[in-house]
Every structure is written in C-alpha cells, then in structure tokens.
C-alpha cells in the first residue's frame, strides 16, 4: 500500500525563510469563500439535488481533463463512460474506475494528479493512493461515501464554501434551473447563468438554421434575418441579467473583430440560409459577430470572457463518434493586440465595457495581453486556463502579467471544469502558487509583508467580485 498523504507544504518553495511565509500567507486565505466566476458545471444538479450515481460519474466520465491523458494511453472513451454515436457507454462504473487505477501513474507530475490527490484525501477520505490492487476496494469506500446525504450536491457546495458559482449556457437555455434555485428558500448561495452565444456565430456549421429557428422560440424574435438575431440575442442577454447573470463568454479561433454593414451582413446571413455561403464569408460573418457582442456589453454591462486561439474538435473522427469537449481542443497561436483593434478602438475605454482575455498560448501573457490590460481600463488579464491551469504556468503567469498590469488587472483563478469535486482542490492550488509567488516578492524586497497578505486576500475575494461584477 502507498499512502495518499499530500504534503501539506506542497508547491511552497524550497528556502526555508520563503517557504514559513508562504505557509502563512496560504494559512491567511486557505479557508476564504470560494468565488467560481466560470466553469460547467450544470445548475440542475444543485437544483435537483439528487445522490450522484456512482464515483465514476462524478469523478471521471465528465471530465475531459481525466479522459484525454487515458485516452491518450491507449484507453478508448467509450471505456471512460463517453457516449458514442448518442448510444450510453456500456462500461460500468467499477470497470471505468479500474481503468483511471490501472493507469494512476500516467498522471504523475500533471495538476489532475494534484487535484486527485487533494480531493480523494481532504473531501473523500482516502487513505491509499490508487492501484489495480485496490481498485475495487477504493471504489466500494467511494460508492458507501457517495450515498451518504453528507455528499449530496448542495451539502458539498456548502462545505466546499462556495459563496458564487457561474454556469455557462446557451442563449437558448429556458434557465429553468436558475429559477428553481433563486425560489427555494433552502438555497441561500449564488449560482448565475452565463450566456456563452458561440453556436450562433458560425453560419458554416452544420445545424446553424436549426438552432437559429430554437432561438426564435425561446426569445420570440424571428432570427431569419441578421438584425432579427441581434434582436433575439439581446432580448437573451436581458433575460441572462434578470436571472443573476453578470457574464459572456465567447470561444472563437481567433479574436479578428472588423465589423460589417448592417446590408452585408444581413446578405450573408441569407447567403447562409440558402445554402451558398463562402468560407470567407463565414469567416467575415463571425468577426462581426465577435464586434457586435461586444457592443452589446457594452451597452448592458455584462462582462466579456473572451477565449480565442483553440482549434475546436481537432480529431474529425472522434468528434463525430463522441461530439465535443472529448479532449481533442488543442492550442493555436494566439493574438490579441492587432485582431481586438476594431472593439478597443470603439469601446476600450468606455467605462460600462469589460474584456476579460484568456489565452491557452503563453507566449501572449506578456506580449500582448499584460499591455493592453495596463493601458485599457476595460481590459482584464484572464488567469491561466485549460492547459495553462497548472501550478508552473500559475507562477509563469504572474511573473508575466504583474510588470505590466500589476494583481488588480486581474481576473483571480478560473477553475473552468465540470468536475464539481475538483473545485476546492483546483482553488487551493493557486492560492498554494500565489502564496508562493508574494512570499518570494517579499524576500527579494520588492514587497513588503503587510501588501503580500492584503493581495493575497484580495486576490480571492474583492478581485474576481469586481472584475466580473459579482457585487
């Protein structure tokens, strides 16, 4: 047996003067409400409030983060509990967990081995790091534990200490789930929409007509034209507003934003419909629709997450089996400062407009992000997310950011997953990196002791409520 005993001085640094004030500065905010401004994880759950169905359920089928580095060993994903052609996985949920088992060390020195390492320890209560010895008996402890009402949904939000958590949702989303949470009186946390409007910016997809006519219904706006969508988009916004709502988000190629006409972007959306659109024209119609969302923040206020440079479903074949966000998003170059010209330009300093950038290509933190995040009030540097959320990338994206844009510039940690178990983890590692990189700051004298333990609290708390308007 190999015990599971994380470290309690995990990712502090390794000078013993650096590392007691790193300890003190985590021990300040380590138990300081958890605030969740974007991630997936979905509102009926809390709504519903039902046990979860089995530990792979919970803890690996949903999590692509898990299912792509087994994937990537060899393991297919319907193994993992992935549907495929829209037919259920067979695999049980004992013979999913066997697998993640069986290749436990294919996640060594990765953030999922830290994350499983902290949650199976300080939520579950394991004592012993997996294997395919103990496979079955872990999974027997999880299933007992799983079924307690000490793990039901909510009572894990409320032990998690999770004082905000956004959704992200399609502008079509009845938001039903929402409602049902703000009526119950038992339910006194917060859990907003966030309106994520990408599948009606690109008129070259399959099924762009089809949800078009869903959106018509559900905004009762007629979206056959081009300013009938502005309107039904809009019209969304404000129902997202009404329902807690204080955030987009949009994931786009690129972040090109030259606006169009109102008649020829009007003429390619017919041009859509008939069924004799251009790839330049699809191209063309998605850059203004990247324009056009961003004048609508900035006359609603809600506040623009903006992730481009991901080429989507990069495996055709696994995509068309398993659909999306099986793992096969991979990064791509990105840029910011030349394509965002046209929306900086119109709004950059319009004080209701607020961009927060998130990028999976470091090489943007310092040369074009921290820049336009220290000159335009309305810019916010994006922490570090999707293959970037790992505790080196964390301490590179601080030194990075800070020279240019300094900690308010900031958006405070995105923990960006469905894997509701792995929030408090997920939060503890960069509040483990922060405390690491202030302490270092204070020993090199570029910063004094009483502002490391004031920004280490306010980057938990009064940083990502403002920057995402959360009050």
Known sequence: MTALAPHPDRLFPADPAERDLARRLHASVADAPIYSPHGHVPAAMLADDQPFPDPAALLITPDHYVTRMLHAVGVPLDALGVARDGVPSPASGRAIWRTLCEHWDAFLGTPVRFWFESEFSEVFGLIEQPSAANADALYDQLEATLASPEFRPRALFDRFRIAVLATTDDPADDLEAHARLAADPTFTCRVVPTFRADRYMHPDEPGWAGRLRTLAQRADVDTSSYEGLLEALRARRAAFAAAGGTATDTGVLDAGSEPLDSAEASRIHRAALDGSLTTAEAVAYRRNMLYRLAEMAAADGLVMQLHPGVHRNHHRPTFEAYG????????????????????????????????????????????????????????????????????????????????????????????????????????????????????????????????????????????????????
């Open 324 to 471: 999306p966000d099986t793992g096969h998003d991979l990064p791509a170059v990105g840029a910011f400062t030349e394509p965002l010209t046209p929306i900086l330009r119109d709004f950059g300093t319009n004080p209701t407009f607020r961009l927060v950038l998130f990028t999976v290509d470091e090489t943007t933190f310092s040369r074009e992000i921290a820049p336009l995040a220290g000159f335009y009030p309305s810019v916010y540097a994006g922490a570090p997310w999707w293959f970037l959320d790992t505790p080196a990338a964390i301490l590179r994206y601080r030194r990075a950011i800070t020279d240019s844009a300094g900690f308010t510039k900031t958006s405070g940690f995105i923990d960006d997953t469905r894997a509701f178990c792995s929030i408090p983890a997920r939060h503890d590692m960069s509040r483990r990196v922060d405390a690491s990189f202030l302490a270092s700051l204070v020993v090199t004298h570029q910063l004094a002791e009483e502002d490391a333990f004031a920004i280490a609290r306010r980057l938990v708390d009064d940083i990502p409520r403002g920057t995402f308007r959360l009050g």
